[in-house]
């Protein structure tokens, strides 16, 4: 059974919105961890979103959030840092301001899971498999990495929207690097070609669903140019909505578990 779809019409819906729909991302994620404390790390925090769920839910775990804060994100750390202090879990979270894959081939203590929300499609091909590599060195045995992203895959005409303009670069200012997210097979693939197992990919249907006032609101905030609205003004009368979510997990397997990666 769906879950149930969100209308969200005006600002502050939104802002609400996207609250529960991080928080419910956290909780399944958090329920696919076998463990509830230790250090986990998130690459690509940016405002914090995930972060703050992540603390929530995980009440006994340090959490480093690195992201590099630049470019249109250059504002996001202190959005992030007032975000942990309203929730109050500032004490349990560590922020820094870095380029995530710089961190990870730098990093020598382990780490027991690594997270990101996002993330993905902001790497190309390489720079994926590069992630997954130094992730895979950077894990105790036993830990987990999990990645959620939105689905490249519309499942309506109100998905196809949303992707179209977040990514084609008519209408977008800041376009992605190679896609709008990765295919979750090539993704899984090079998961287990870095060395992980039990590598599971798992949907989580969206619930956000753009109406009037909020669709311009969003589109703003995606850094999607007028001409969008004005070529698409009719399709947009139906809304806009969140592609489904694509989680995508794998272990590190104890030493002489599993076969060897060169790294």
């Not at 879950?3 to 939104?14: D, G, K, P």
């Not at 036993?142 to 519309?154: C, Q």
């Not at 870095?194 to 669709?215: H, Y």
Request: proline fraction near 6%.
């Amino acid at each position: 059974m769906r879950a149930l779809t969100t209308i969200v019409r005006t600002v502050r819906q939104s802002h609400k919105a996207w609250d529960n729909e991080y928080s419910r991302l956290a909780r399944t994620i958090v329920r696919s961890l076998p463990f509830r404390s230790g250090e986990i790390v998130e690459i690509g925090c940016g405002r914090g979103r995930l972060t703050i769920a992540l603390a929530r839910h995980l009440p006994s775990a340090r959490i480093i959030a690195i992201d590099r804060f630049v470019g249109p994100y250059s504002h996001d750390r202190t959005r992030l840092e007032d975000g942990l202090i309203r929730a109050r879990v500032l004490d349990r979270v560590h922020v820094v301001s870095s380029d995530g894959l710089v961190w990870l081939g730098r990093r020598r203590s382990r780490i027991r899971a690594l997270i990101t929300g996002e993330l993905l499609p902001e790497l190309s091909v390489r720079q994926m498999e590069r992630l997954f590599r130094r992730t895979f060195r950077t894990l105790e045995d036993g830990g987990r990495t999990v990645h959620a992203f939105l689905s490249p895959v519309a499942r309506n005409q109100r998905q196809r929207l949303t992707i179209e303009a977040d990514s084609d670069p008519r209408w977008t200012r800041h376009p992605p690097t190679e896609w709008f997210a990765p295919p979750p097979k090539a993704a899984s693939t090079c998961l287990r070609a870095a060395g992980f197992e039990d590598v599971r990919v798992r949907l989580l249907p969206s619930r956000i669903q753009f109406r009037g006032p909020a669709i311009a609101h969003q589109l703003r905030t995606w850094g999607v140019r007028p001409s969008f609205d004005r070529a698409h003004r009719r399709e947009l009368e139906g809304g806009l909505e969140l592609p489904d979510w694509i989680l995508l997990s794998g272990v590190r397997k104890a030493r002489g578990a599993g076969r060897a990666v060169r790294l």
